[in-house]
């Protein structure tokens, strides 16, 4: 049985109607979501990152809060219990990702345009953080949102050696060398990874081949592709497309990108477009070509994911509490809306652990 896990907003400072975060059942024949649990009395777990042996989950815990949580999975039903958290040496923690051995957690903090790591033990607990870094560099040129550093997202690299950090701050994507043994990161000296002035780099995702990143620019709904040299580090900006529709003029920020598992096709959501740009994949570079849009049947899609089946891409817009369900066409990459499949309060972000 495949679970979903669904982080929510919580608090009133950012509209939080979410009580926590909720687990599902999920029927990827049908699109729909099934209510397991909902885990109350979390603080904004408004992302979430599983642990590669599925047997833990990890959360942000924004606003207030400001911390990491762990959580145990039963591996019976799905179901989550609260573990241990640990206090962020940084404000506004809003992304995390898990190293692939499992040893380690890598956390971006938006407020605090900061990275930090902390070290996992072998029962999924949370170590104090061993190693924190506070960006620096030249702001953007947007006032309101380029006013510091902001860490965005921190992406590990298949391989696990390296740490990527979108900064919308900075209009940069920071490269760190990672030590998931000692739980320290290294920033790599190496000229690429800028996005233009004012893009706002949010979050990014790998190709299947490692070779090619991806990155979702906020402000100005872009998709930068870059090449990326898996031995040293280096990023080389390769390419950059609009995520919108060319007659678009309304007002828009761009939240989420994913590439399919087979690497053929992209989507990148649109929070006022209200849509999921649809992007070919050239097999040879990595280059994009734009195919269309789907409306996310919603408000303000902040997040989505494809369930481990990949015949199922869900949506979850965080204005309008819906979690929306599209048949996903792996031949052209279009996506066909099953409808509504779940309600919930300000949902930030779904992720998904497949059978063991």
Known sequence: MTIAYVGTYTEVDRGGRGEGIAVFAVDAGAGALRHIQTLSGVPNPHFLALHPN?????????????AVTAYAIDRTDGTLSQISRQESPGPGPTHLAVDPTGRCVVVANYAGGSVAVYRLTDD??????????LHAGPLGPNPRRQDHAHAHMAGIHPTGRFVLVCDLGLDRTFVYRLDAVRGTVRLVDQ???????????????????????????????????????????????RQTLSALPANFLGEN?????????????????????????????????????????????????????????GQVLFAANQDSDSIVAFRVDRGTGGLTSLGHAATIGTPSCIVFAAPT
């Open 191 to 237: 000229p690429g990874g800028r996005s233009h002035p004012g893009a706002g780099p949010r979050h990014l995702t790998f190709h299947p081949n490692g070779q090619v990143v991806y990155v979702i620019n906020e402000l100005d709904a872009t998709v930068t592709v870059f090449e990326f040299n898996d031995a040293t580090g280096e990023l080389t900006s």
């Open 253 to 309: 920020i761009a939240a989420e990108v994913v590439v399919t598992r087979d690497g053929r096709f992209l989507y990148a959501s649109n929070r006022g477009h209200d849509s999921l740009a649809i992007f070919s994949i050239d097999p040879s570079n990595g280059h994009l070509a734009a195919i269309g849009h789907a409306s996310t049947g919603g408000r303000a899609p902040r997040h989505f994911d494809i369930e481990p089946s």
């Open 124 to 133: 999924g607990t949370l170590s104090p953080h061993s190693d924190f870094v």
């Open 54 to 66: 599925r047997r833990f989950l990890y959360s942000t815990n924004g606003g207030d809060a400001s």
